[in-house]
């Protein structure tokens, strides 16, 4: 399982993306970027945010 805290992204936010894959984590910050913080991912910010996602301990 991957994981992505939304405030490591700078988003003033408690989110946290969880999913399987790292291509539906972006998937999914995309949507939540765009419906709670009005911002729509860039190349520039989808690049940092791949350094960002961890693999999550079981
Ligand atoms: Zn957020």
Redesign the pocket.
Known sequence: MKVLH?QDVG?D?A?IIRAQHESDILELLAQ?AEL??QVKLTPELVERIKRLICDEAY
């Open positions: 939304c988003f936010c989110g939540h709670v913080h």
